[in-house]
């Protein structure tokens, strides 16, 4: 299963509250911020940068919660759906897994979902379909104890049928999530959902508390679908101001990281910068480490969370 088809993107990102998690996550005009822990940095670990080793059979992706904590000592995790298919309407699949993580002490955050069709489709059939596939994820993160579901922002072609169309099926799904006390996050994932004005201007004309972005540092591609930043693309946002635009919107933020020079910093994302750029808007949740490079899994982690603890604690 490619990630490409099945999603290039993941995040590590938001944080679970003991309040509602509907109304206490992230920076955002509606929603309260958390309260941040000592030296104002929460981690947490995005599926995605497991994804290899979970598809090998390598590692049980039913397993995810332990790994996270026993072997990168975070506690606080992304799921991917692409794992767990059979299981989207398991609720007692779900409440297995949350056993699992609380008896690891770990927090589940969201879930991240591909393939339920395009919320943003021309169609009006197509589109409810796709926001009804979403309902069982919605579902399941609320019984993980998680605060949110990121989707895609796909549909349309053009670009202002595409702005119609995405915050209808965008506005439906988050009225059904509401009642479940979810948000739905969009992350940048190419196309028209790297474009982090149009995305934004969607989400004011929704207009609803639980709808949010999931800025991710790479995924800017505007001219791929998926977006990765990794290799050669036509045409690209700009990395920096997508995170700025996004970022008072968002309820999670996604550290993507590909590859490390010897000197352990990111060649193609200027962390420094990046990360000046999100503690300086103020922003309170947990950074999601999403490593997608072409090296071992294990080091790709351990070298991006080494790279945020080192650049976070330099900022002033």
């Not at 947490?44 to 072997?71: C, E, K, P, V, Y």
């Amino acid at each position: 299963m490619k990630r490409r088809v099945f999603l290039e993107k993941c995040a590590w990102s938001t944080g679970v509250l003991a309040a509602s998690p509907l109304m206490t996550y992230g920076y955002n005009p509606l929603v309260v911020a958390t309260v941040m822990q000592p030296n104002d940095l929460k981690i947490s670990l995005a599926q995605w940068s497991l994804h290899r080793q979970f598809q090998n059979g390598t590692l049980n992706a039913d397993d995810f919660a332990h790994i996270s904590i026993d072997t990168y000592g975070i506690n606080a995790v992304e799921y991917v759906n692409g794992f767990y298919k059979k299981y989207g309407n398991d609720e007692r699949f779900w409440a297995n897994m949350k056993a699992r993580a609380d008896k690891a002490g770990v927090n589940s955050l969201l879930i991240m979902v591909d393939e339920e069709g395009d919320l943003g489709a021309a169609k009006d059939k197509e589109r409810k379909k796709a926001v009804e596939n979403h309902y069982k994820w919605v579902n399941a993160a609320k019984i993980l104890g998680c605060h949110s579901i990121r989707v895609n922002a796909f549909g349309a072609s053009d670009r202002d049928t595409f702005r119609s169309t995405m915050a209808d099926g965008l506005g439906r799904l988050s009225d059904y999530a509401a009642k479940e006390n979810i948000n739905i996050v969009i992350e940048n994932h190419g196309l028209y959902s790297s474009d982090a004005k149009l995305i934004t201007e969607i989400i004011q004309q929704v207009n609803s508390p639980n709808v949010g972005t999931l800025p991710d540092f790479g995924n800017w591609c505007l001219s791929a679908k998926w977006g990765s930043t990794k290799g050669d693309c036509e045409a690209a946002y700009d990395i920096y101001q997508g995170v700025s635009e996004f970022l008072p919107f968002a309820k999670g933020v996604s550290a993507k990281s590909y590859n490390f020079n010897a000197e352990g910093e990111h060649p193609s994302i200027d962390y420094h910068k990046m990360l000046k750029i999100v503690k300086d808007f103020g922003y309170k949740g947990h950074i999601g480490i999403e490593y997608e490079g072409d090296g071992p899994e294990h080091e790709g982690i351990l070298q991006t969370k080494a790279l945020i603890e080192k650049v976070w604690n330099s900022l002033d």
